[in-house]
């Protein structure tokens, strides 16, 4: 009997200070304390994601580039963190794969290989770049749906159409099955009128769901990277952001088990 999928999680938006990477470390901690095998896969050359977990890129020899453009095998890259989630970690590598990729066949399909390779996950989330190049293409193809985190401010929505271009055509050439599971609003002051506006624009102009509850503005997430942790790890379990990330995960498993 062969062991089931896991569920696999795009966080994708081109745009930067989103808080994508934050989402990513939450919502990976959160489904975590739920008992589920989760890894997180930083496809950013930046290595936000992996710095934030409490590793040096620049103590690494093996990463995601290794194992996307040499074949390495990702078991042999993949470290545990103390948030109980496995990491499968980028360095400034990762920069020269999209290169490296251009001219190879079948690039649109490393990720979803690699991740035909991984023993077995509940769930794998993705970290994407801030750009829609190869690495974001290849994220999109390996996943079952796309989570666009978005912060409420007017001229930070002007991105999501090319991503929903970007995520049509992937649906058209690689990837049919991919759904556009919603936007999760972030760095959010529920307090303006402004910030709620926006979310409404965006809900009726794309046609997307808002993901409930939003996330909202705290001091925290700055402390959190700093301390090599997720927010969920060194803010008390009261804390506004660290209860919206819990809630969230809750809503993505619900939906997995309605699938």
């Known amino acids: 009997m062969t062991a089931p999928k896991p569920r696999v999680l795009a966080v994708a938006n081109q745009k930067g200070g989103v808080a994508k990477t934050t989402t990513v ?33 620049e103590d690494l020899t093996e990463s995601i580039h290794q194992v996307i453009t040499r074949g390495l095998d990702p078991t042999e890259a993949i470290l545990e963190t103390e948030d109980g989630v ?28 690699m991740i035909e390779d991984l023993p077995h996950y509940d769930w794998v989330l993705l970290d994407c770049p801030p750009s829609l190049g190869v690495m974001t293409v290849a994220a999109l193809t390996a996943a079952d749906g796309v ?3 978005l912060q409420c401010e007017t001229l930070s929505h002007r991105g999501v159409g090319q991503l929903l271009d ?6 058209r050439f690689t990837n049919r099955k991919l759904e556009v599971w919603g936007v999760l609003p972030t760095l959010y002051d529920g307090r303006t009128n402004h910030a709620r506006a926006v979310l409404e ?20 997430f700055a402390e959190a990277p700093a301390a090599g942790r997720s927010i969920l790890s060194t803010a008390p379990k009261s804390n506004k952001g660290a209860i919206a990330y819990r809630e969230v995960a809750k809503a993505l498993i619900a939906r997995k088990a309605h699938v």
């Open 147 to 149: 989570l666009i985190p």
């Open 201 to 220: 624009t965006i809900s009726q102009t794309y046609e997307l769901d808002v993901i409930e509850p939003p996330i909202p503005k705290t001091i925290k």
């Open 86 to 113: 496995d990491l499968l970690p980028a360095t400034i590598e990762l920069a020269r794969a999209e290169a490296d990729l251009l001219t190879r066949t079948g690039r649109e399909h490393v990720i979803r290989s």
């Open 166 to 171: 970007t995520v049509h055509d992937v649906r």
């Open 25 to 57: 470390a939450s919502l990976g901690a959160a489904l975590a304390e739920h008992g589920l095998s989760v890894l997180l896969v930083d496809l950013d050359p930046q290595a936000c994601l992996t710095f934030s977990l409490g590793v040096d890129p």
